[in-house]
């Protein structure tokens, strides 16, 4: 049974196309991911589903009603978490009683029940999504549009969702329309995947069938980043001009009588390298860094630039430049004017600017735009001229980049970050680079700064961190999926999982990676009995989510390696590999 069809649609607005000739159709209890890069029609052609926008030619069949969540966290501010959720079910008209007990189910069901009372403003980006999901789980639509439902969150927070949105929507009561540009999540949902590009349906079909045989290279593109995590970055001598960054008792509060957002600490940031501040949204890593800035004052505490006291100096007398999370550029000049402009300001020889100039605009691919506008360019093109009004000044000490790809394309976050490194290679000036993506850290970084909760749990190259995590956090974050947490002892060479009866918290920790599926003659006393619930396609490798022992377990497989069947299984790990923790902390 057809739940949605489009039949020749195209649109246009404001002179661009949105959709060019779309002929799609979706049956009923299909999970569908659309997947593309910005700007490709993936939300238009939601839009015209959901009936916000109307196609200029062609016709859209919608068989049942229809449920829209936004990349944005729609939700009413002046409501309450329940009478968000609820807010459906009282304009259908729903008896009191039903609305209470449909709520509280939606409410358990997306760990929602303790924030029932509080609003929006006062929940994380994580739980602000939820409450959208819920409402759409309340509306009980029989078409589900998602538009990049998880694109603002953390990336842990992401991870964690997508296995939820697969629990809630992906047992075929519905029909859910996904849109994404992430090819690891058309694939990890397992259903359908339709592949636009410049309006256009390239491919579509089982997600895993488009992946083995793309039509095209367009559609082999647009999988093309299913790859295996980076690695770091490789040593590099440090410039002789370089900056040492140091904070020293530095703390700050935003009301004299709030919590601290940053408690006290001491941090080094050696010159000349690349640091990423990594961490989930509210950690701290924004106040750090604008307290280097000098855009916050701290509480408390000093900072110095090369051993020099710089906690009072105002942020113009610094010699920081800042790239923030969405490009900062004059449109009403051109792209040579922008670089210009930091140098001009400084009254340095007109000769000087022209040559510099030159130098940034080689360095970040920009020669061929310089005489154009910012606002005619792309964003990924947009923030390169920001981090080149950073770079184009000699004087600078350190840079400061917030979240500078979130704004960026996928497709093209790669080629910027490439840029990034270049940039720092051959210029040698320390980088301070904010991002909530390991990813992104493991490959620009030379070195890793972990935040939670307003503290530094652990600073190191980020092989050390992943192999020799200080803290359960650190493990947990570290990894996609984070490394397995299960209540249990190491001693003797061998490992016992379950409570060890001591008021100590102990957990034994197994990467994803090292856990093995046993049959037959290789099950030995050193596996464990447990549950396959569910096999996660991510193209390059294959997620299984396993229960042993009262725990969930990641088990991460190679493409070549069979995943196992859903239902009963043994499991086992290398105890020479595992980790240990007692109340949090890891113990040799």
Not at 299 to 325: E, I, S
Not at 493 to 517: C, H, K, N, Q
Request: proline share 5%; glycine share 10%; hydrophobic share 40%.
């Amino acid at each position: 049974m057809t739940a949605v069809r489009l039949e020749n649609v195209s649109r246009t607005a404001g002179g661009e196309t949105h959709l060019s000739s779309v002929d799609l159709t979706v049956e009923a209890g299909t999970f569908l991911t659309l997947l593309g890069p910005m700007r490709a029609g993936k939300t238009s052609l939601l839009r015209v589903i959901a009936g916000l926008d109307r196609p200029d030619d062609g016709s859209v069949f919608v068989d049942g009603s229809v449920a829209m969540v936004y990349q944005e966290f729609v939700n009413y501010p002046s409501f309450t978490v329940r009478e968000n959720i609820a807010s459906p079910l009282v304009v259908s008209g729903v008896a009191h009683d039903e609305i209470a007990r449909r709520v509280g189910e939606i409410a358990e069901r997306l760990g929602l029940s303790s924030l029932l009372e509080r609003r929006p403003e006062e929940l994380s980006g994580g739980q602000q999504q939820r409450v959208a999901l819920g409402r759409a789980l309340a509306k009980d639509a029989d078409v589900v549009l998602l538009d990049e439902p998880l694109a603002n969150l953390d990336f842990k927070l992401r991870e964690e969702l997508r296995g939820e949105l697969s629990a809630l929507f992906g047992d075929g009561r519905r029909t859910v329309l996904y849109a994404t540009t992430d090819p690891a999540e058309a694939l990890g949902f397992g259903g359908d995947v339709a592949v636009l590009d410049e309006g256009r349906v390239l491919q579509s079909g089982s997600a895993r069938a488009v992946y083995d045989a793309p039509a095209n290279e367009r559609v082999a593109e647009q999988f093309a980043r299913t790859t295996t995590p980076p690695t770091r970055r490789e040593d590099r001598p440090v410039a002789a001009a370089a900056t040492r960054v140091s904070f020293e008792g530095v703390a700050h509060r935003y009301e004299a009588d709030a919590p601290y957002a940053l408690h006290p600490l001491d941090l080094t940031l050696a010159a000349g390298k690349t640091h990423a501040l990594l961490g989930p949204s509210g950690c701290g890593k924004t106040t750090l860094l604008n307290i280097v800035s000098g855009l916050i004052q701290p509480t408390a505490g000093r900072l110095a630039f090369d051993g020099k006291n710089v906690t009072d100096v105002p942020t113009r007398d610094r010699r920081v430049a800042q790239v923030f999370q969405f490009p900062v550029v004059y449109d009403s000049m051109t792209v040579r004017r922008n670089l210009a402009f930091p140098l001009e300001n400084r009254a340095v020889p007109r000769e000087r600017i022209a040559s510099r100039v030159d130098e940034i605009a080689r360095l970040l691919g920009l020669s061929d735009v310089l005489d154009r506008r910012p606002r005619a360019l792309a964003t990924d093109v947009r923030q390169r001229v920001a981090l080149g009004r950073g770079l184009v000044r000699e004087d600078v000490a350190a840079i400061l980049l917030d979240e500078p790809l979130t704004a960026v394309d996928p497709a093209f976050r790669a080629t910027l970050r490439d840029t990034l490194k270049s940039a720092q290679t051959e210029t040698g000036k320390t980088l301070v680079y904010v991002t909530h993506d390991q990813g992104e850290a493991m490959d620009v970084a030379d070195e890793i700064v972990v935040m939670n909760e307003g503290r530094v749990v652990q600073q190191g190259p980020s092989d050390e961190l992943f192999a020799r995590p200080a803290h359960e956090f650190v493990a947990t974050f570290l990894g996609s999926p984070g490394m397995n947490l299960l209540a249990g002892t190491i001693a003797g060479g061998g490992v016992r999982l379950g409570a060890a009866g001591s008021t100590e918290r102990r957990m034994i920790g197994v990467r994803p990676e090292d856990v093995r599926f046993v049959v037959g003659a290789d099950a030995t006393a050193g596996s464990w009995v447990g549950t396959v619930e569910r096999v996660e396609d991510e193209g390059y490798r294959r997620v299984v989510t396993v229960r042993v022992e009262g725990s969930v377990m990641k088990a991460a497989l190679s493409e070549a390696t069979p995943p196992p069947e859903l239902g009963a299984c043994r499991v086992t790990f290398d105890a020479a590999r595992a980790h240990a923790f007692v109340d949090g902390t890891a113990v040799s």
